[in-house]
C-alpha cells in the first residue's frame, strides 16, 4: 500500500510534521482524518489508540493542572494522538528490518538504525510486562507503584543484558555489513 521504504518514512514523516504544525484549534479534524488514513492502511485504530493514551492522557492532565482548562487539555491530548498516530502506522505496517534499511538509505549511521530497530518491538513487550506485573501485584493486595517498577526494571534489565550477549554471540558490528 506504499506505506514500505522512504516512500513510507516520508509520508509519515510529513504527516507527522502537519500534525505539529497544524494550530491546535483543528486538532480534532486533523484527529479524524488520520483515524481514517490508518483504517485505510488496515491498522487496527482500537490497538493505536491504546498505545498513544496514556502518553495523551498524560499531556491533557498536565495542562488541565497548569491552568489552562478543560478545552485546552482535551484539544492537546487530542493533538498528542495525532502526532503519535503516524508514527504508529508507520511502524505497525513495516517490519523493523525495512525500517533499518530505510533508515541506513536515508544516511542514518547502521548503530542507530540498528538500535532503533530493536527498541520499537521491546515497547510492545514491555506494555504487556507492565500488565501481567500490575495484575499480579493486584492479586497481592499491593497498591504501592514500586511493587510494579522494581519487577519492570529487573525484567528491563535482565532482558537487556541477554540481548547485549545475544548480539555479542553473533558478532554484530556497527562497521562491517551483516
Known amino acids: ?28 479534524v486533523v484527529f479524524i482524518i488520520f483515524l481514517i488514513w490508518g483504517a485505510y492502511h488496515r491498522v487496527s485504530i482500537l490497538t493505536a489508540l491504546v498505545a498513544t493514551v496514556f502518553f495523551s492522557i498524560t499531556l491533557g492532565i498536565s ?11 482535551i484539544l492537546t491530548s487530542l493533538r498528542a494522538i495525532t502526532i503519535l498516530l503516524p508514527v504508529y502506522v508507520y511502524f ?6 525495512d525500517v533499518m534499511e530505510t533508515l541506513e538509505s536515508v544516511g542514518v549511521p547502521k548503530d542507530f538504525s ?30 504501592s507503584p514500586w ?19 545475544s548480539i555479542e ?10
Not at 495542562?63 to 487539555?73: D, P
Not at 519487577?151 to 528491563?156: M, Q, R, T
Open 63 to 73: 495542562a488541565l493542572i497548569l491552568g489552562f482548562g478543560i478545552e485546552h487539555s
Open 114 to 143: 540498528f538500535m532503533f530497530s530493536i527498541t520499537i518491538p521491546y515497547a510492545h513487550v514491555l506494555g504487556r510486562k507492565v500488565q501481567f506485573v500490575n495484575i499480579a501485584q493486584q492479586c497481592r493486595g499491593s497498591r
Open 1 to 28: 500500500m506504499g506505506l514500505k521504504g522512504k516512500a513510507g518514512l516520508a509520508a509519515a514523516f510529513i504527516l507527522l510534521l502537519a500534525a505539529i504544525l497544524t494550530p491546535l484549534e483543528y486538532a480534532p
Open 92 to 97: 505497525s505496517y513495516s517490519s523493523m528490518q
Open 169 to 178: 554471540c553473533r558478532g554484530w558490528s556497527a562497521e562491517e555489513k551483516s
Open 147 to 165: 511493587a510494579v517498577i522494581m519487577p519492570l526494571l529487573n525484567f528491563v534489565f535482565e532482558r537487556a543484558r541477554m540481548l547485549a550477549i
